[in-house]
């Protein structure tokens, strides 16, 4: 059982034997309750630690103070008469923890000091009806005795004004709600207290209530210091409107106050004197006033909060800019005058890469500077919007100064930029759409094609639309449909092999798998143009997959004829996938073809593109497919900026040099590079591979350099598996 809910039910239980066994509430059995308590809620506090620390050792200052005067007046009945007043001390003790965490929870504002004083004055109404006059029309009564009763229904009073603010702010939960009965059980023992008393009921039967009562608050208020849930109690308030007006507390008060009146005349009819109900006449004045001052209020912070949440609704939280629902709204404003339209959309290059290593904080401030910067280019008719993210338009009604604004934007947001001390250079890229689209979707769509187009251009530029583009874009788009039903099992697809010879013997000493695509109109489809898409489509790793099955399960018969091995390129998003290296284990299992006779052909971009986390996981993985035989190739080295740092650190054994460097091989000073790009593989005991050869020239002097193996269409250009298992055969070489 939990440790606070077993307190709360040993203290409730001990508090009802004490209150059966000494009604009177004095005794050391009391006195070892309430100390029982006090100590609970020490060690509770001392655990939990809670924030604001000083609201609850005040709270639990308020228990000790009663633990030590009920001991006192246990010990030495003489000096209860003057050790009764130590029990006042629990008043400003509570009441000064209730302040703070109120004004912890929600800083005190004029409107909430209203509601408080609405809310005492309407509690003062019937206190003094039923209280506080009554006392003092009573004859025989002592002026101590008077002040004391009167001092603890004011003090009650602004203890409850405290608790309602607490208890209107505080989130809701098990440790809150004991807080909030802990008080409330003091507060409704008092007021029973004072009723009885004054009404001419007091004794034995005033003291004990009294006793129960604040046992009962003594062990609620450890039972919340015990609970972990006291350590969000002082976290954060509850979410509410600030505008919001207690328009039922409010009528309930305007019906109090008059019925308090009346009931306050009916009582004292026969007195014959009509003073008794000038307080309560006063205070309901002043009710009143105060009611129409807090609405009167309520009315402006209204209208002020619908301003507001208009702004918002049309604006960008962040920047202040026009939203996307404010955009689209005052675009299609723009395309129904019929005069045309101008729109540019800004996309800053880059900016996710400073989200992820300096934070969004960072962030959120290079928006700002990149906002004032667009502001002070935008012309006086010119709209500015934040579609999101780091995306920014502008709809300007001037066609003819839209590519000059397009290529300030672009100037402008390229400058360097400081924050957090630092300086960052960012570039952007801008779409540009001028005309008379037939709706907001088509301008949109129209100028996010020029921006997709300065992005492929290189960036840190503007495009301008052109219905080419559109044309691009729904060839793009067909194009990937294609791919998805062709994966899906339709067809398209096949893998052609192109030989790899040995350029002394013209033999055949490996494979390279293709894949190759036809579009359903019979239409051969470029491997430049359909990887791309399956690259962005998300396609490629089922493509590869598929194709490292085919190719495993062809080269099977020709490397047990032949001793020929089979290279299959990889993709980056395979590369990354944490099963690769099971996969293609799976699939040599499953074909039955040696790992010796396999070979992973990777780019080197995409190791340049990679981060250092994913390189090092790439590297883990290629290693344990080495450990199984099977070879791992570079493919177009010599293209990148980091070619010797991979060579030295990835496990890697065949170098594929590009066909940059063979097609100017025949060149006397490129053949020096070449010569050199060779012993650099010998060195480090690699295979060199030489693409793209076309000519015998090339041929001869790969030859010359004992460049041991090469491809290209002089040899053989890639063919179905039927014609490679022909040339297979008869080992064909080609013409001198």
């Known amino acids: ?68 005067t009920t001991a006192v007046m246990t010990a030495a009945p003489a000096l209860s008469p003057d050790a009764e007043a130590g029990y006042l001390l629990c008043y400003p003790l509570t009441g000064v923890a209730l302040w703070l965490l109120a004004r912890r929870l929600r800083p005190w504002s004029s409107t909430r000091l209203l509601d408080a004083a609405i809310a005492l004055i309407g509690m003062a109404q019937p206190a003094w009806a039923f209280v506080l006059y009554p006392l003092l029309s009573r004859a025989g009564l002592d002026q101590v005795s008077t002040a004391g009763i009167t001092g603890l229904a004011v003090c009650d009073l602004l203890v409850v004004s405290m608790l309602l603010r607490v208890a209107f702010a505080v989130r809701p939960g098990v440790a ?284 840190n530029r503007a495009e301008r639309y052109d219905p080419e583009l559109r044309a691009a874009h729904l060839a793009h788009a067909a194009l990937a449909d294609q791919l998805r039903v062709a994966v899906d099992g339709t067809g398209g697809f096949a893998v052609h092999y192109q030989p790899v010879v040995d350029v002394h013997t013209g033999q055949v000493a490996a494979v390279e798998a293709l894949l190759r695509f036809t579009a359903p109109d019979g239409t051969a489809v470029s491997p430049v143009r359909f990887v791309p898409v399956a690259e962005e489509t998300g396609l490629i790793g089922r493509l590869g997959a598929w194709v490292l099955e085919r190719a495993c399960t062809d080269a099977r018969a020709w490397h047990a004829a032949h001793g020929i091995s089979v290279t299959v390129n990889v993709s980056g998003r395979q590369l990354r996938a944490p099963s690769f290296a099971d996969d293609v284990l799976a699939t040599l299992k499953r074909t039955g073809l040696p790992g010796t006779a396999l070979v992973l052909e990777i780019t080197e971009t995409v190791l340049v593109t990679a981060t250092v986390e994913e390189t090092e996981a790439v590297s883990r993985r290629l290693a344990r497919l080495r450990a199984h035989g099977i070879r791992i190739a570079i493919d177009d080295f010599g293209t990148g900026y980091s070619s010797l740092a991979y060579l030295r650190t990835l496990p890697i054994d065949v170098l594929k040099i590009d066909r940059a460097f063979v097609s100017r091989v025949a060149d006397r000073q490129e053949k020096a590079l070449f010569r050199a790009v060779v012993e650099l593989a010998r060195s480090l005991f690699l295979q060199p591979v030489a693409e793209g050869v076309e000519t015998d020239e090339q041929a001869a002097a790969l030859r010359e350099l004992d460049c041991g193996y090469a491809q290209g269409f002089l040899f053989a250009r890639p063919m179905p598996a039927p014609a490679l298992q022909t040339l297979l055969a008869a080992q064909l070489t080609p013409a001198p």
């Open 1 to 68: 059982m939990r440790i606070w809910l077993w307190f709360l039910t040993c203290a409730a239980t001990a508090s009802a034997v004490a209150a059966a066994a000494h009604p009177e509430g004095f005794g050391v059995f009391w006195v070892a309750v309430q100390a029982a308590c006090f100590g609970a809620a020490v060690a509770g506090l001392r655990r939990h630690r809670p924030d604001p620390a000083a609201v609850y050792w005040l709270l639990v200052a308020g228990v000790g103070t009663s633990t030590v």
């Open 176 to 459: 809150s709600g004991l807080l909030i009965a802990s008080t409330a059980a003091m507060l409704l023992t008092d007021a029973c207290y004072v009723v009885m008393y004054v009404w001419g009921r007091g004794g034995a039967v005033v003291s004990s209530v009294t006793s129960v009562g604040w046992l009962t608050w003594s062990f609620l208020l450890a039972a919340a210091c015990l609970h972990p849930g006291i350590r969000d109690v002082g976290g954060s308030a509850r979410t509410t409107d600030e505008s919001a007006t207690p328009i039922g507390g409010f009528i309930a008060l305007a019906v109090l106050g008059p019925a308090v009146l009346i009931a306050d005349i009916a009582l004292h009819r026969g007195t014959g004197s009509w003073s008794h109900a000038l307080v309560p006449a006063a205070l309901t004045a002043v009710l009143m006033v105060l009611m129409v001052l807090r609405l009167g209020r309520a009315l402006r912070e209204r209208t002020s909060l619908q301003r507001e949440l208009a702004f918002r609704a049309q604006h960008d939280v962040l920047t202040g800019l026009a939203n996307r629902e404010e955009f689209r709204t005052r675009l299609q404003a723009g395309i129904a005058a019929e005069a045309g339209v101008g729109l540019l959309i800004v996309d800053l290059d880059g900016f996710k890469d400073v989200n992820d290593t300096l934070g969004h904080p960072a962030g959120d401030e290079l928006l700002l500077q990149a906002t004032a910067r667009l502001r002070a280019l935008a012309g006086p008719g010119d709209l500015l919007a934040r579609l999101g993210g780091d995306e920014f338009a502008v709809v300007s009604p001037d066609l003819a100064g839209l590519d000059a604004l397009a290529a300030r934007c672009v100037a402008e947001l390229a400058c360097p930029y400081l924050v957090d001390g630092r300086e960052l250079r960012l570039t952007a890229s801008v779409g540009v759409y001028s005309g008379s689209p037939a709706s907001t979707g088509e301008a949109l769509q129209n100028a996010d094609l020029a921006l997709y187009a300065a992005k492929d251009a290189g960036r």
